[in-house]
């Protein structure tokens, strides 16, 4: 059982008498977690059934769902580091718009979100710091693994058009666009200041009508076109964002990693500002 399947049987009202902050929370650390779902009052237990009989349930509530994703989620950077064991930096470093550093150290030197990074075969090191999150490391290793192809033309298209993003239009929408223009409601002003620290260059985007267009640099050859509608009360419009990708994004990095690299953009412009 899916925590989707399992949140029918919830009352969907986000009460927080299970001890969780909302029902989506509780049925992921039933179903993953090893939670017991009598902690909801209004679960019938009964009527899960043996499909719920049947689910690996883990252990330690969402603790235990995150540490499962981590141990996924490294065992991913150990296979990626792999991967990419076999790669001469030296040759590859242009195509993906990296700077080689040379025999001694064999690293690849890359900005990315405004940030220094020194990637190594072994290692990941941003402004001088090991990495701690391993999605970050394969962020970047997807990145070179994928080894480039014909340079961003900036021609913009939006999640939706890109192969097998379905499930992804969501995601991205949450946790990147809709986390941005929440945050930014009323202070366009603020989402330009803070936007240089990323790598973001402010367009002229008449067309758009919007209150702020940025083209910012995620990684070398990984562009994002950003555009910001302020809320206007008159008219009851709520603040919007809208990321768009060059047309070619696909060459450099896989759907999973994409939604991921926005999801960075959308924290590091929030934690700027916070």
Not at 217 to 232: A, G, K, N
Not at 237 to 242: C, L, R
Not at 249 to 273: H, K, N, P, Q, T
Request: one cysteine or more.
């Amino acid at each position: 059982m899916q925590p989707l399947e399992f949140l029918k049987f919830t009352p969907k009202n986000n009460c927080g008498e299970c001890g969780y902050p909302a029902c989506l929370a509780f049925a992921a650390a039933v179903t993953k977690g090893g939670e017991n779902p009598e902690k909801c009052p209004y679960v019938d237990v009964a009527a899960l059934g043996d499909a719920f009989a049947m689910t690996d349930h883990g252990q330690d509530g969402l603790d235990g769902v995150a540490k499962r994703l981590d141990e996924k989620d490294m065992a991913l950077v150990t296979y990626l580091k792999k991967k990419t064991s076999g790669i001469d930096f030296s040759k590859a470093a242009e195509k993906i718009g990296c700077v080689w550093s040379g025999a001694e150290k064999d690293c690849l030197l890359l900005q990315f979100l405004g940030r220094d990074v020194e990637l190594c075969h072994d290692q990941v090191l941003i402004d001088g710091e090991e990495v701690v999150d391993p999605r970050d490391q394969i962020l970047l290793y997807n990145y070179v693994y994928f080894g480039g192809g014909e340079k961003p033309a900036q021609e913009w298209i939006g999640m939706e058009s890109l192969p097998n993003s379905i499930s992804k239009v969501r995601t991205l929408r949450v946790y990147c666009e809709e986390r941005l223009a929440s945050f930014f409601t009323g202070n366009t002003e603020g989402f330009v200041a803070h936007a240089p620290a990323l790598g973001a260059v402010l367009q002229d985007n008449p067309e758009q009508s919007c209150s702020a267009a940025f083209l910012v640099s995620v990684l070398p050859h990984l562009p994002m076109f950003v555009l910001f509608w302020d809320e206007e009360k008159e008219d009851n419009f709520p603040a919007k964002v809208k990321v768009l990708f060059d047309e070619k994004v696909m060459d450099y990095l896989d759907i999973e990693s994409l939604v991921f690299a926005c999801e960075r953009m959308a924290e590091r412009w929030v934690g700027l500002a916070e």
